[in-house]
C-alpha cells in the first residue's frame, strides 16, 4: 500500500532528511586515505546523535550500523569494519537520520584524493540518472517514468544497472511501496500522488550489471570486481516541482 503522508508527517520527513543531508555534504571533506570504514560510520553515529535522532539503518532489518560504507567494487550494502580507505578508492555512503519517528534515505559516492578518470565519470553517471529521473517526479506520472528515465541516461554513459535493487517509498519506515526499479518500459505501474515520499537511487556498475551478496549476509559486489557507485535522494512528490529533501 502507497502511503500519503500528512502535512505535519512530511515536516518531520523533511527534518529528518535536512540532517542526512548536511551529514552526507560533511563528509565530502572528512573521508581521507587512511582512515577506515569504520571511522567514517562512528563520524555519521555521533553526528545523527548529536542532533537527537536515531540513524536510521542500525538495527534495520539486523543490520550493525548506522551506514552502509561500500568502497569500490562494492556496490550497497558494505558494513563499516578495517577496511582501509586508500587514495584512488571511491566510497559510496547509504545512511538515514530518524525524527520522532520518521525516517531519511540518501547516498553519495565520494572520491578520494585524485581517482581515475573513469571513477570520475561513474560517479557523475549516478547522479546524472538521479537528475533525469527527478523530471517525472511529480502527481500524475508512473512510477516505471522514473525507472526508464534512469535507464536511458546511464545506458548514455555505458555502464550497467543494477537490477536487483531497486528505490522505493520511504517515510514512516525505511522501505515502502512503491518499488521504483532503476529501468523499465515508461507509462507503467503507480501514478504518483502528491504527498508520497519516494527514495530513488540509481546503483550502477562500470563493468558487468551481475552483482553477487557475500557470506556476511549483507555486502553486495560486482560480480567481476570492478567498481560501483550509487546516487539516492529522498523526493516529496507535489502536484508542481518535486522537493528534493535531503539536498541541501
Not at 188 to 194: D, E, K, N
Not at 209 to 224: H, M, Y
Amino acid at each position: 500500500m502507497i502511503n500519503i503522508k500528512s502535512a505535519k508527517e512530511i515536516e518531520k520527513i523533511k527534518t529528518a532528511c535536512k540532517h542526512t543531508g548536511t551529514i552526507l555534504n560533511e563528509l565530502g571533506d572528512f573521508i581521507k586515505p587512511g582512515m577506515t570504514t569504520k571511522d567514517v560510520d562512528e563520524y555519521i553515529d555521533k553526528r545523527i546523535a548529536d542532533a537527537g535522532m536515531t540513524p536510521t539503518f542500525k538495527g534495520y532489518g539486523g543490520f550493525p550500523a548506522a551506514a552502509c560504507i561500500s568502497v569500490n567494487e562494492v556496490v550497497i550494502h558494505g558494513i563499516p569494519g578495517n577496511r582501509v580507505i586508500n587514495e584512488g578508492d571511491i566510497v559510496s555512503v547509504d545512511m538515514g537520520s530518524t525524527f520522532q519517528g520518521y525516517v531519511s534515505d540518501a547516498a553519495r559516492t565520494y572520491a578520494v584524493g585524485r581517482v581515475s578518470k573513469e571513477a570520475e565519470r561513474l560517479i557523475e553517471a549516478a547522479r546524472e540518472g538521479f537528475f533525469a529521473a527527478l523530471e517525472y517526479c511529480r502527481a500524475g506520472s508512473k512510477v516505471s517514468d522514473i525507472s526508464h528515465a534512469v535507464q536511458k541516461k546511464i545506458e548514455e554513459y555505458g555502464y550497467g544497472i543494477v537490477r536487483d535493487y531497486t528505490g522505493h517509498g520511504m517515510g514512516r519506515v525505511l522501505h515502502e511501496d512503491p518499488q521504483i526499479p532503476n529501468y523499465g518500459k515508461p507509462g507503467r505501474g503507480a501514478t504518483l500522488r502528491s504527498g508520497m515520499t519516494i527514495a530513488i537511487e540509481p546503483m550502477i556498475t562500470e563493468g558487468s550489471e551481475l552483482v553477487k551478496t557475500l557470506d556476511d549476509g549483507w555486502t553486495v559486489v560486482t560480480i567481476d570486481g570492478k567498481n560501483a557507485a550509487h546516487y539516492e535522494n529522498s523526493v516529496l512528490i507535489t502536484d508542481d516541482e518535486p522537493v528534493v529533501m535531503t539536498l541541501v
